[in-house]
Each structure stands twice: as structure tokens, then as C-alpha cells.
């Protein structure tokens, strides 16, 4: 082939590319979360939740602030609607707070000033042509009920089914497509294993893992009561959440390949497993009980579920929404010594980075946009979910940045492996909404870390909202249906 020939060739398919279009039924959107951007934190009846208490509490966020008004979403929720309008987006990812509509948590007190609050957000939503998604639990805890043990009391789960039901009840009319629980994982490990999130109970060998069966049970609980209660007349759909970076071996050793799978089912698997295939995943069942019979327990740490409980909780999806932000390298260790028992310890597994990736302002974040293409054919492949929504993806910066041109180039990159899943691969990925729309408190950080595509001014008693490069390139995009400069 002549030079002239292959430049053409070239040009033919980077013009292919650029033109490549999402689906008609695609759906492009932002999300956001309760606590982190709503304020009101004690007004109009509203109960304490965990995350009210943790902040009060020296030393437990970084820069010493708290979400007692954050955005103040709780007042100007009809600005943050008008920019989403104003944006294009077909979808809105919110969360309820539990204690906003019932403050105890518990069914006895319903709080009408909280379930006016959600009726008129999903009313203006719906008055601008823009689909609520909601999530019922994202992280807020009513206080009382961690008053009475929390995800570790066995009867969490019937508490949340009484929530889900009010809220199922009160919104069920209005949305389509509900999440149970946030990323359980973040919940368990570091709230309840670890003491970096509220509650911070420091449990770190047995924490985890009651509060993952807890989880689980809770999610099943909800589904099932959506199911039989309110699906027939509702139609919508109901899905836990699952939070995953993509895991790369670090060799092509036996040694690492086993590794990355017990990192998978670990940190993913853990919640996934029971909902999509039944049970916990089986390496993990076989590891902690080895580790738990070494430390001296005539148990294992990890709770076993009943058959009533597996065929209860197997199959409590409708779809699968998917939070994902990076990709991580995977290696074997050794197995640790017998000591402090932890999750850590039981997968004996190390994590790093490829120096050559991006960094963000989070330490944990790193770009890496082909591995979301692998993540979503591995998911297909282990989970087949009929229908995936990723409901988180994004980048954070220091505060002050409007022209976050490396914003842009993360969801750029990301947004064009997806779109290559959906086009390329047949992955039936439906919709997008990325993290987020809001710069917010981002918990134990504070306000020292930025997701939003929209800059707020936390100086300023009005919480002023700039669009930033990054809100206006996503604009285009959605305008286009396609990856845009």
C-alpha cells in the first residue's frame, strides 16, 4: 500500500470513530448524594444520621468541615435541576435520606416535610423530561438505628424493608429504576471493618463480614418486597449497586492470576455473588474458614447463609448498576502470619498502580480508560445482568480548577471505551450518570477533593454554581450522541 493510501485508509477510520454514535435509547446523566449535597442537616423534622454525629466529632474529616449545608440542595434543588436541563441529560441519579423521612428510622414516625421534599424534587424533575433514579441507602444511616447495633444488629434487614416500603409507597408512582444500597463495600470495610467512614467502628476481622451478610439480606429484603408488593402496578426495576475497578494480574503467573480472581471475588464477588449466582463466592467461603480455624475461632468469620437464605436473596436483580473509577494491578503475596484477623489478610493479595497512569487529587483514583471496556465484558461475562447502568464514573481535583481539562480527557477516554462496549462489543450498557454533578463533601475528605462538573462556591452563604470546561464538554457530548473535542 502506498504512503497516500495508508494516510487515507487512517483518516477513513479515525472519521469512522469520531462519528461513532451512542444508541437512540442511551441515556447520559449525573448523580449525586444525599448527604453529601443537600445541607438541612437538623431542619423541618429531619432525624440524625451517622454521617451528622461523625462530623461533629474532632478529627475525623480532614479540612474539619462537615455537610451541614454543603450545595444546600435541600433549598436550591430547583437550580440543580435547571442546570441538568440545561445540560441535556436524560437521567438524574439521587439518593433519599433515610432520617429526612423517617427520623428514627423506624416506621412509627413518618416525616411529611422530608416526603414533600422528594415528591417536589422528582416533580421537577419530571416537569423538565429528566428520569429519577434513586437510591434508597447511600452511606446516612438513621443514628438510632446505629444506635441499636446498625449493619451488625440482625435486624437491619427488616428495618430497611419497613423504609423501602414507605419509600415505595410514597415515590413508587413517579420512578422506574431504584438502587437499594450504595456500594455496600465502602459501607463494610471502612465503616464497619475499618474507622475512616461513619460509623468507624475498627472492626476490621469480623466487622466486614457481618455487615456484608447484613447488607446482602437488606437488598434482598427490598427487592422482594418490591416484587410482591409493588411491582405490578409500579413496573420499575430494582438493583443493588456494584462497585469495581478493573483487576489486571500483574504476571502472567498462575500465582497472579489466582490472585486477581480472589481480589475479584473479594471485593466484588462478596456482594455480587449471592445476588447474581447464589451464595458467597466459593474461594472466599473456603479461605476465611481456613484463616478462622488458624486463629483459634470454632467458626468462621465469614456468616453462612442458609439455603432459605440463598434461594431468597439468588436472582434480586432486575439490572445491575455498576460504580467505577479506575483500574488496579494485582499480584500474590504470601500468606500473612496468624495475627490481628482481616479481610486483608484473608485474600493475600497486593494492589499497585502502573506508574504511567494519570493521577487525580485522590490518592486511590488513577485513569486507566480501556480497562472500564474490559470491566464491562468481564461483568457480562461472570454476572450476564440483561441490562448494566453505570452509575458512578469520575475525576477529582483540588478546589479552584474551572478549566479541568484533565476532567475532560478522563471522561473522553472513558466514555469512548464505553461506548466501544455498547457498539462493539453488544454489552447492553443502557446509561451513564457520571460523579458528579456537584462539586460536594466528600466525606472523610471534606471539601478538599472536587467531583463535580459544576464548581461551588463553599464561601459563599448562596453556594453559587459555575459550570466548569468539563460541564460544557459533556453538554456537546450529549447534544451529539458522540465523543466530541
Same mark, same amino acid.
Given at each position: ?26 441515556? =447520559? ?60 441529560? &436524560? ?29 417536589? @424534587? ?7 423530561? /429528566? ?26 434487614? &427488616? ?19 431504584? /438502587? ?14 475499618? &474507622? ?43 438493583? $443493588?449497586? /456494584? ?5 489486571? $494480574? ?42 478462622? !480455624? ?16 440463598? &434461594?431468597?436473596?439468588?436472582?434480586? =436483580? ?7 473509577? =479506575? ?22 493479595? +497486593? ?10 487529587? $485522590? ?47 478522563? +471522561? !473522553?477516554?472513558?466514555? $469512548?471505551?464505553? @461506548? ?13 450518570? @457520571?460523579?458528579? +454533578? @456537584? ?38 457530548? /450529549? ?7
Amino acid at each position: 500500500m502506498s504512503v497516500i493510501g495508508f494516510l487515507f485508509v487512517l483518516f477513513l477510520a479515525i472519521s469512522a470513530a469520531a462519528e461513532k454514535q451512542f444508541p437512540d435509547g442511551f441515556k =447520559f446523566g449525573a448523580a449525586t448524594a444525599a448527604y453529601q449535597i443537600e445541607g438541612g442537616w437538623d431542619e423541618d423534622g429531619k432525624g440524625l444520621s451517622i454521617w451528622d454525629n461523625f462530623v461533629h466529632e474532632a478529627g475525623n474529616i480532614v479540612d474539619d468541615s462537615t455537610g451541614d449545608v454543603a450545595c444546600d440542595s435541600y433549598h436550591k434543588y430547583r437550580e440543580d435541576v435547571a442546570i441538568l436541563k440545561d445540560l441535556g441529560v &436524560d437521567i438524574y441519579r439521587f439518593s433519599i435520606a433515610w432520617s429526612r423521612i423517617m427520623p428514627n428510622g423506624t416506621p412509627n414516625e413518618i416525616n411529611q416535610a422530608g416526603i414533600d421534599y422528594y415528591l417536589n @424534587l422528582i416533580a421537577e424533575l419530571l416537569l423538565h423530561d /429528566i428520569e429519577p433514579i434513586v437510591t434508597l441507602y447511600h452511606w446516612d444511616l438513621p443514628q438510632y438505628l446505629e444506635n441499636l447495633g446498625g449493619w451488625l444488629n440482625p435486624q437491619i434487614a &427488616d428495618y430497611f424493608g419497613d423504609y423501602a416500603r414507605v419509600v415505595f409507597e410514597h415515590f413508587g408512582p413517579y420512578v422506574k429504576y431504584w /438502587i437499594t444500597l450504595n456500594e455496600p463495600l465502602a459501607t463494610c470495610l471502612s465503616g464497619y471493618g475499618g &474507622d475512616s467512614l461513619a460509623p468507624a467502628k475498627g472492626l476490621v476481622g469480623d466487622g466486614t463480614y457481618q455487615c456484608a451478610y447484613n447488607t446482602i439480606k437488606a437488598h434482598a429484603k427490598a427487592y422482594r418486597i418490591y416484587e410482591k408488593e409493588f411491582k405490578q402496578e409500579q413496573g420499575g426495576k430494582v438493583a $443493588s449497586n /456494584i462497585p469495581s475497578p478493573m483487576f489486571y $494480574s500483574k504476571t502472567d503467573s498462575i500465582e497472579d492470576i489466582e490472585a486477581r480472581e480472589r481480589a475479584f471475588e473479594f471485593n466484588v464477588g462478596l456482594y455480587a455473588h449471592a445476588i447474581y449466582r447464589g451464595n458467597w463466592p466459593q474461594i472466599v467461603i473456603d479461605r476465611v474458614a481456613n484463616r478462622s !480455624k488458624l486463629e483459634g475461632y470454632s467458626f468462621s468469620r465469614l456468616p453462612q447463609f442458609t439455603q432459605e437464605e440463598i &434461594d431468597y436473596i439468588n436472582g434480586t =436483580f432486575d439490572y445491575l448498576t455498576l460504580n467505577s473509577y =479506575f483500574s488496579t494491578i494485582v499480584e500474590h503475596t504470601e500468606e500473612a502470619p496468624i495475627g490481628t484477623p482481616s479481610i486483608y489478610s484473608d485474600q493475600s493479595t +497486593l494492589s499497585s498502580s502502573d506508574p504511567s497512569w494519570p493521577t487525580s487529587a $485522590s490518592s486511590w483514583l488513577v485513569s486507566d480508560p480501556p480497562g472500564i471496556r474490559y470491566l464491562l465484558n468481564y461483568i457480562q461475562e461472570k454476572y450476564n445482568p440483561g441490562e448494566i447502568v453505570i452509575t458512578e464514573n469520575g475525576w477529582s481535583t483540588v478546589p479552584g480548577i474551572l478549566n479541568d481539562e484533565d476532567r475532560v480527557t478522563y +471522561l !473522553k477516554g472513558y466514555l $469512548s471505551n464505553i @461506548l466501544d462496549a455498547v457498539v462493539e462489543d453488544g454489552i447492553n450498557v443502557t446509561g451513564y450518570t @457520571l460523579w458528579s +454533578l @456537584l462539586d460536594n463533601f466528600e466525606w472523610s475528605q471534606g471539601y478538599t477533593q472536587r467531583f463535580g462538573i459544576v464548581d461551588v462556591d463553599f464561601e459563599s452563604p448562596n453556594r453559587t454554581r459555575t459550570y466548569k470546561s468539563s460541564a460544557e464538554w459533556y453538554k456537546r457530548l /450529549i447534544a451529539a450522541r458522540q465523543i466530541v473535542d
